[in-house]
C-alpha cells in the first residue's frame, strides 16, 4: 500500500506555545487513519497543516508523493469536513454540495448530475432544496460530508465530525460513514478523542499527546500493545498497580508480573490491565494472583462489572461475561490472575486510577 | 417549567411593567424636550402658513439644485462608503496587517474631529496655492470648490459608519466557511462575494443608510470646501444657513422639515432592514 499522506517532523508553535512537535507518520491510500487524543494534544492542527490552513515551523508534509508543505489551500485537492459544519448558510443544500464543482468550473450538466449523486449517497434526496438552518445537526454533517466529496478530493479530512452530535446519531452516522468509505475508497484521516469510534472506523491509529505522537499502529496494537503509558491509560480503560521490578518482573504484593524486562531491580514500574484482562478465580492458580474480596457486581447486560477490593487503599475493575460469575459475589474471596498487564515504567502520563473509558 | 414560563409571559403581555413613575417622567421629560418639541416647531413655523413658506423657498435660484446636488452628493457617498467601507473591516479583521491598531484608531478620527477642521484640511491639501492641488488644476481637475470636493469631504465625515457597522458583523462570523471555501478551491475574491458578503448584507446597508443621513445634514465640512456657489456647489444646509442669515425663518424651517422628513425615512427603513435581517437569521 503506498502513502497517500507522509508528514515528517512537523512542528507547529503558537507563540511560546508548542502545539504540535515533531510529528512524523503515514496514511496508507485508501484506508482510514484515526488522529486519536485528548483536546489540546494536536491532532486538529496537524489536519489543518495537511490541509494547508496551517503552515508548520518546521517539517514537511506530502500528498500522494508530491511536496505540499508550503502548497497553496487551493490546489490541494483535499475534502475538509468541520466539527460545526461550516455550512455557506445562505445557500442551499444544492448549492452547498455544487459549490466546490463551480469552484472548479466543472460543465452545468455534469454539476448537477454529480450534486444529484451525492445527495443519493448521502441519503438527501428530498432536502436538496433546504437552508442548513432547517435541517438536524446528522443532516448537516451528511450535507458537509458531499460538499467535501463533491469535487473527488484526493483526500477526506475529518475534523471531529460527530463531536457535535448526541449519542445515538453519532452511532448511526459511524456506521454510515464505515459503509461510505467501503464504497468510495477514498484516503480519510479522521480526528477524534474518541477511541471507541477511532478503533470501530480506522484501519489504522495515531495516537497523539501534548503535541507529540505517543504509537502508529493497528487498533489491534493499539489497544493490546500499548506503547507508553498515556496509550494504555487513553485507549480503553485500565486499571492502574505500582509496585517495583524483581528480576524482570513487576512485584506487587505476593505477586510477580512479567514484562519488565528493560528496567533495571529495585526500580518502581506500573502495572496496566484491563478491565476485561483480570482473570478472576477461586484458587491461587499462577504467580501473578493477588488475592482480594469482591465489592460489588454490577450487570451492565454482556458483561458484568466487579470491583474488587485488593487491600485498604486499592480497588481494581473486572468486567466478566455473565457466565463466569459463578462464585463471585460481593464478600466472596478471589484470586486475580494479573499476567495479561503491560508493564511501564513510570513517567508522563501515569495515573494511580482507573483510567477513564 | 415551560408552562410556568408562558403563564409570566401571559401576565406580562396583559400588565405591562411601566417601571416607576418617576423614571417613567424624566424619560418622557428629557426625550421631549430634546427630541419632539423641536421637531414639532420646526413643523409648526415650515408649515403654519401651508405650503407658502416652502414654495418660497423653492423658488429661489439654485433651491432646487442644492436639494439635488445635496441627495445625489449623499447617494454616491454613501454607495462608496458601503465598497471601501466593506473592504477596510474585512481587512481589519481578518488579516494581520502590520500596523493594524494604527488603522483601526484612523478609522474613528473623523468622529472625532471637528467637521470644520476636516473642511479645512482638504482645502489646504487640494487648495490651488497647494503643490498637490496645483499639480491637479494642471492636469484639468478641480476639487476645491466643486462637488468633487464636496464629495470627499463627504467621504472622510461618513468613512467610520460602515466600518464600525460591518466589524463586529464580520468579528462573529466563525471563519470556518471561509475555510471550507478555501479548501474547496475558492479565490479569495470568490470567497469574499459569496461566501462573506451575503452575512454582512444587513450591516453594511445599515452603515450606508446611515452615512447617507449624515451627508444630508453635513454642514461644517462642506460649507468650508464648497464654495458655495448657488446653482454649482451650493448644498441644502448651507441654504438652510443662508437663509437664517437673511432672517427668513419659515423658509429655512420649511427645508429643514423636509430634510428632516428624508432622514427620518431613512432612519425608519434602517432599524427595518436590520430588525428584518435579524430575524431571518
Known amino acids: 500500500m503506498s502513502s497517500a499522506i507522509r508528514l515528517e517532523g512537523i512542528t507547529r508553535r503558537f507563540g511560546s506555545f508548542t502545539a504540535v512537535e515533531d510529528v512524523s507518520f503515514e496514511a496508507p491510500s485508501g484506508s482510514i487513519t484515526a488522529l486519536l487524543g485528548p483536546s489540546g494534544s494536536g491532532k486538529s492542527t496537524v489536519l489543518r497543516i495537511i490541509a494547508g490552513l496551517e503552515v508548520p515551523d518546521a517539517g514537511r508534509v506530502w500528498i500522494e508523493g508530491e511536496e505540499q508543505t508550503h502548497g497553496p489551500v487551493e490546489h490541494r485537492r483535499v475534502g475538509f469536513?468541520?466539527?460545526?459544519?461550516?455550512?455557506?448558510?445562505?445557500?442551499?443544500?444544492?448549492?452547498?454540495?455544487?459549490?466546490?464543482?463551480?469552484?472548479?468550473?466543472?460543465?452545468?450538466?455534469?454539476?448537477?448530475?454529480?450534486?444529484?449523486?451525492?445527495?443519493?449517497?448521502?441519503?438527501?434526496?428530498?432536502?436538496?432544496?433546504?437552508?442548513?438552518?432547517?435541517?438536524?445537526?446528522?443532516?448537516?454533517?451528511?450535507?458537509a460530508l458531499a460538499r467535501a466529496l463533491a469535487p473527488r478530493p484526493r483526500l477526506l479530512l475529518l475534523d471531529e465530525p460527530f463531536g457535535a452530535l448526541d449519542a445515538r446519531v453519532r452511532q448511526e452516522l459511524r456506521t454510515w460513514l464505515a459503509e461510505l468509505h467501503r464504497e468510495l475508497g477514498v484516503t480519510s484521516l479522521l480526528v477524534t478523542h474518541d477511541q471507541e469510534e477511532a478503533l470501530e472506523l480506522a484501519q489504522r491509529i495515531v495516537v497523539m499527546n501534548e503535541g507529540r505522537v505517543e504509537q502508529v499502529g493497528s487498533p489491534a496494537d493499539v489497544y493490546s500493545r500499548p506503547a507508553t503509558p498515556f496509550v494504555a491509560g487513553f485507549v480503553g480503560a485500565a486499571n492502574v498497580l505500582s509496585g517495583t521490578v524483581i528480576s524482570g518482573h513487576v512485584q506487587y504484593g505476593d505477586a510477580l508480573v512479567a514484562g519488565a524486562d528493560g528496567l533495571a531491580d529495585g526500580s518502581p514500574a506500573v502495572a496496566y490491565v484491563r478491565p476485561h484482562d483480570l482473570v478472576l478465580s477461586p484458587v491461587q492458580r499462577s504467580g501473578a494472583s493477588v488475592p482480594a474480596q469482591v465489592e460489588s457486581v454490577t450487570p451492565l447486560g454482556a458483561v458484568a462489572r466487579v470491583r474488587l477490593r485488593l487491600d485498604a487503599m486499592k480497588t481494581l475493575t473486572a468486567e466478566l461475561p455473565p457466565s463466569q460469575l459463578d462464585g463471585i459475589a460481593p464478600g466472596s474471596r478471589v484470586y486475580i490472575d494479573l499476567s495479561r498487564a503491560s508493564v511501564f515504567a513510570p513517567g508522563d502520563g501515569v495515573s494511580d486510577e482507573l483510567s477513564p473509558a | 417549567m415551560a408552562q410556568a414560563d408562558t403563564g409570566y409571559r401571559a401576565a406580562q403581555l396583559r400588565r405591562p411593567d411601566l417601571g416607576p413613575p418617576l423614571r417613567r417622567l424624566t424619560?418622557?421629560?428629557?426625550?421631549?424636550?430634546?427630541?419632539?418639541?423641536?421637531?414639532?416647531?420646526?413643523?409648526?413655523?415650515?408649515?403654519?402658513?401651508g405650503l407658502t413658506s416652502l414654495r418660497n423657498a423653492l423658488a429661489y435660484p439654485g433651491a432646487i439644485a442644492a436639494l439635488e446636488l445635496t441627495f445625489t452628493s449623499a447617494a454616491i457617498?454613501?454607495?462608496?462608503?458601503?465598497?471601501?467601507?466593506?473592504?477596510?473591516?474585512?481587512?481589519?479583521?481578518?488579516?494581520?496587517?502590520?500596523?493594524?491598531?494604527?488603522?483601526?484608531?484612523l478609522i474613528d478620527l473623523p468622529f472625532a474631529i471637528p467637521t470644520l477642521v476636516t473642511g479645512v484640511m482638504l482645502v489646504t491639501l487640494y487648495g490651488p496655492?497647494?503643490?498637490?492641488?496645483?499639480?491637479?488644476?494642471?492636469?484639468?481637475?478641480?476639487?476645491?470648490?466643486?462637488?468633487?470636493?464636496?464629495?470627499?469631504?463627504?467621504?472622510?465625515?461618513?468613512?467610520?459608519?460602515?466600518?464600525?457597522?460591518?466589524?463586529?458583523?464580520?468579528?462573529?462570523?466563525?471563519?470556518?466557511?471561509?475555510?471550507?471555501?478555501?479548501?474547496?478551491?475558492?479565490?479569495?475574491?470568490?470567497?469574499?462575494?459569496?461566501v462573506v458578503l451575503p452575512h454582512l448584507r444587513p450591516a453594511v446597508t445599515a452603515?450606508?443608510?446611515?452615512?447617507?443621513?449624515?451627508?444630508?445634514?453635513?454642514?461644517?465640512?462642506?460649507?468650508?470646501?464648497a464654495g458655495n456657489i448657488a446653482g454649482h456647489t451650493l448644498t441644502a444646509p448651507v441654504y438652510i444657513f443662508q437663509l437664517t442669515g437673511q432672517f427668513r425663518f419659515a423658509e429655512a424651517?420649511?427645508?429643514?422639515?423636509?430634510l428632516f422628513l428624508v432622514s427620518l425615512c431613512v432612519i425608519l427603513t434602517t432599524n427595518h432592514a436590520v430588525a428584518r435581517w435579524g430575524n431571518r437569521r
Request: charged share 15%; hydrophobic share 55%.
Open chain 1, 81 to 143: 469536513v468541520f466539527q460545526h459544519y461550516a455550512l455557506f448558510r445562505h445557500m442551499t443544500v444544492r448549492r452547498n454540495i455544487a459549490f466546490g464543482l463551480k469552484v472548479g468550473k466543472v460543465p452545468k450538466a455534469q454539476r448537477d448530475q454529480r450534486v444529484d449523486e451525492l445527495l443519493a449517497l448521502t441519503q438527501l434526496e428530498g432536502l436538496a432544496d433546504r437552508y442548513p438552518d432547517r435541517l438536524s445537526g446528522g443532516q448537516r454533517q451528511r450535507v
Open chain 2, 27 to 49: 424619560v418622557l421629560a428629557y426625550v421631549g424636550a430634546m427630541i419632539v418639541l423641536p421637531v414639532a416647531a420646526l413643523v409648526h413655523e415650515g408649515f403654519a402658513a
Open chain 2, 77 to 105: 457617498v454613501a454607495a462608496v462608503g458601503a465598497v471601501f467601507g466593506t473592504l477596510v473591516a474585512w481587512v481589519l479583521v481578518r488579516y494581520r496587517l502590520p500596523g493594524r491598531a494604527v488603522l483601526a484608531t
Open chain 2, 129 to 194: 496655492s497647494s503643490p498637490l492641488g496645483a499639480w491637479l488644476d494642471r492636469l484639468g481637475i478641480q476639487v476645491v470648490f466643486t462637488p468633487i470636493g464636496i464629495g470627499m469631504a463627504l467621504c472622510f465625515v461618513t468613512l467610520p459608519f460602515v466600518v464600525r457597522t460591518v466589524m463586529p458583523v464580520l468579528q462573529d462570523l466563525d471563519p470556518a466557511e471561509e475555510e471550507a471555501a478555501r479548501v474547496l478551491g475558492a479565490s479569495p475574491a470568490r470567497i469574499f462575494l459569496q
Open chain 2, 207 to 225: 452603515g450606508a443608510l446611515l452615512a447617507f443621513a449624515r451627508s444630508i445634514g453635513e454642514f461644517g465640512a462642506v460649507v468650508v470646501v
Open chain 2, 253 to 258: 424651517a420649511a427645508v429643514s422639515a423636509l
